[in-house]
């Protein structure tokens, strides 16, 4: 009974004691640079804004939420409808996702995340597909306020699977 304490008490200490943030739940706003490796004809980057929330954030595994809206630049194809003269939206992608985020060091998280994605390219009107995101997460400075991110997305479509890579760097708050 004693050793079953003990490694239980020894489990809880280091949970707890690997403790990341001072409040149990956390906030970041980051920006991000995309570069294409499938799926969004031929642009070729991408910028976009994110914002995270990171629930009991005491421990080593987190839940995190992950929003984000991205805008893709370098295709050249322009789209009219005949009859409207509407002109088909650029690429673009808006998602949510949910998935856990465990802390390898203090400074340092895995995460992968899964949710809807709301895509258009060349299209007139949003297509929803769900998809991925895997990501390490770096946190900066003293109070742990300077947030990058490093981060690979895979929605695959049943035409072409889209898929970037990322940058990001923002505030945690």
């Not at 031929?42 to 080593?60: I, P, Y």
């Not at 992950?66 to 050249?76: L, M, P, V, W, Y």
């Not at 929803?128 to 109070?143: M, P, W």
Request: proline share 2%; aromatic share 16%; charged share 20%.
């Amino acid at each position: 009974m004693k050793h079953l304490f003990t490694f239980l008490m020894s489990i809880i200490t280091v949970i707890s004691c690997f403790g990341q943030f001072e409040k149990a739940t956390t906030f970041r706003a980051t920006a991000n640079f995309n570069i294409v490796l499938d799926g969004l004809a031929t642009n070729d980057a991408g910028v976009g804004l994110g914002l995270d929330a990171s629930f009991f954030s005491k421990s080593r595994l987190q839940a995190l939420i992950e929003t984000s809206a991205d805008r893709f630049i370098g295709d050249k194809l322009l789209v009219v409808n005949p009859t409207t003269g509407k002109e088909a939206k650029s690429a673009a992608i808006y998602s949510i996702k949910v998935g856990p985020q465990f802390f390898i060091t203090r400074r340092f998280a895995l995460a992968a995340t899964y949710g809807p994605a709301w895509h258009v390219l060349r299209d007139f009107d949003y297509t929803i597909d769900y998809g991925f995101k895997y990501s390490i997460t770096g946190f900066l400075g003293k109070q742990k306020r300077l947030v990058t991110k490093v981060f690979m997305v895979n929605i695959p479509v049943e035409e072409q699977q889209i898929q970037y890579l990322g940058f990001s760097a923002g505030f945690r708050f």
